[in-house]
């Protein structure tokens, strides 16, 4: 059985089954509801519970006697028996989320092709990352620098967290993540950081575009539209230098079935793309897909000079700069 939920002052309505926790339902639907833990340890996700009924279910957090009278729940551990009002903070900005340092391990390492893996990262059950989609982390392993990469992954689920990592021979902290790293290795982590995040907001058809490892906060952003159930057209292009760098080329044809106008297109860069050619090759196949879609949204995600590169032609061809979302310095 599924009931209907209605946040205040959001105003946002997820369904929750009968058997899911709140807070598991609201996240599943792409609202970031204010948590933490997970667990029922913190107490970050109480929510007021306005109207209908709910099933408690024993958690560690102590809701105090004044709270228990207001008709505070924990939403990570109440179950829906009736149709219900919340009243519950929700982050709907990067500025919403505050900066978190946690003790992480590495989970496991998956190698996606030959020079591409996903690295998997563990948070502890009572200090999971809060995350919106789009957003990166900060990875800091004994002895090396800081490293930020995007955070692939749904923020559905700030456990696990996925990132993604090429081959860069010769330097010591990627060759520390591809050759030496194992499952259970400390990782401290900070974030979530960035503002390349989805415009919900918007009704605008959207060009993804990602370069390289860009894919991965492009990755996520879908995922998140998925959990929105957004109905505008999506165009996907991934840009690599070889075939293979389409290293989860899976889960974008997967897309197509989930959403009802998405289109992917898998592209090989030239070789002169060191010698800026691969920006003029990106811009002249992506101008005639935003004319043709009229007033756009364009997310990209790659290096600095093919982002700068579309977004002069797009600013160019009229298309406003609050309508161009960018993350610099990842990808290729």
Known sequence: MSFHVTLSPSGQTFACEAHETLLEAALRCGINVNHHCAA??????????????????????RLTEA???????????????????????????????????IDAQVRKLTRLSDDYLALTVRTPRTRTLRFLAG???????????????????????GLMLEFHVRRQRGEPLNDLIFNQL???????????CGRFTLDEGSRRPMIMVALETGFAPIKSLIEHAIA??????????WYTHTPSGHY??????????????????????????????GSIQVVEELR?????LGEVDIYL?????????VVAAALADGVPGHHLITQHGCGI
């Open 40 to 61: 029922g340890t913190c107490g970050d996700c109480r929510a007021k519970l306005l109207q209908g009924e709910v099933k408690r279910h024993p958690h560690d957090y």
């Open 67 to 101: 709270e228990k009278l207001l008709g505070m729940v924990l939403m990570c551990s109440s179950t829906p028996r009736s149709d219900l009002r919340l009243e519950a903070l929700t982050a709907n900005s990067p500025d919403d989320i505050p900066l978190q340092q």
């Open 135 to 157: 957003q990166s982390a900060r990875l800091t392993f004994e002895g090396y620098p800081t490293l930020t990469l995007p955070i692939a992954s749904c923020p559905c689920n």
């Open 182 to 192: 194992k499952p259970g290795t400390k990782v401290g982590l900070e974030g979530p």
């Open 228 to 237: 929105l159930e957004v109905s505008q057209p999506i165009r996907l292009y």
């Open 248 to 277: 989860q080329a899976n889960y974008c044809h997967s897309w197509t079935l989930a959403l009802d106008d998405f289109t992917y297109y898998p592209r090989v860069l030239s070789p002169s793309h060191a010698h800026r050619g």
């Open 288 to 292: 005639p897909a935003w004319r043709a």
């Open 301 to 309: 995600a790659g290096d600095d000079p093919t982002v700068e590169a």
